[in-house]
């Protein structure tokens, strides 16, 4: 069975500060990795996947990624934080394809950015 | 493209009535996903679609919920009778299995009186 964990339900960085998202799963398979957004009373929004390619994957908004199988972790980063940075980021697994298999998220990471 | 449609967005309704959301996938996906997002739980699949055929339904909590995709262009999701308990924020996805990425609609907030 597939899991994720989210360390910190509350992260706060000061605008222009590094953003750190921490996220580790567990997968009977080689996964495939995935970070979302949510803004306040919308619709979760794809930040960025990793699908066995390269293991620094950059996505939107200028966030990245790094898968690192021996941690098996998928941290999502951010080196100066924006205000419209503020939203809750879900990190999510699935083992055969974003596509064509359910998700396993994680609880969720509240980010809030102090000004 | 407009997106994966939800309707209704809020839903108020009270114990023992049938509750029907719907959703309409993006035109030209073959999958559907159906979540419910709750405080104490967080995000989980309830149920999903490929060709209008349900794959897993393994996270439809009881009886009481149900889910069709009569066709590819529209899915409901029915709880009969709503409990309380039943209070979340229903969101319906949508993907082409070679994008690797789901498109979420805007979400459903149901409350149960």
């Known amino acids: 069975a597939q899991s994720v964990t989210q360390l910190g339900s509350h992260v706060s960085v000061s605008e222009g500060a590094l953003v750190l998202l921490r996220c580790n799963y567990s997968s009977s398979v080689p996964p495939y990795l995935f970070w979302y957004v949510q803004y306040p009373n919308q619709g979760l929004q794809l930040l960025l996947k990793?699908?066995?390619?390269?293991?620094l994957v950059k996505g939107i908004n200028g966030f990245e990624a790094e898968f690192k199988k021996s941690e098996t972790s998928f941290h999502l980063t951010k080196p100066s934080a924006h205000m419209s940075d503020a939203a809750e980021y879900f990190c999510a697994v699935s083992e055969r394809g974003g596509g064509a298999d359910g998700l396993t998220f994680g609880k969720g990471t509240h980010l809030i950015i102090q000004p | 493209d407009a997106g994966v449609i939800q309707s209704p967005r809020h839903e108020v309704t009270e114990m023992g009535q049938e509750v029907t959301l719907r959703c309409k996938p993006i035109s030209g996906h073959d999958y559907l996903f159906w979540y419910r997002q709750t405080m104490m739980r967080g995000l989980e699949l309830l149920i999903y679609?490929?060709?209008?055929?349900?794959?897993?339904d393994s996270g439809m909590p009881e009886d009481r919920f149900s889910a069709k995709m009569p066709n590819a262009s529209f899915s409901t999701l029915k709880i009969q009778p709503s409990e309380p308990r039943d209070s979340a924020v229903y969101f319906c996805a949508s993907s082409f299995v070679v994008g690797n990425e789901q498109f979420f609609g805007p979400g459903t907030r149901l409350t149960v009186l």
């Open positions: 679609f490929n060709n209008n055929v349900p794959i897993d």
């Open positions: 990793y699908t066995s390619a390269a293991t």
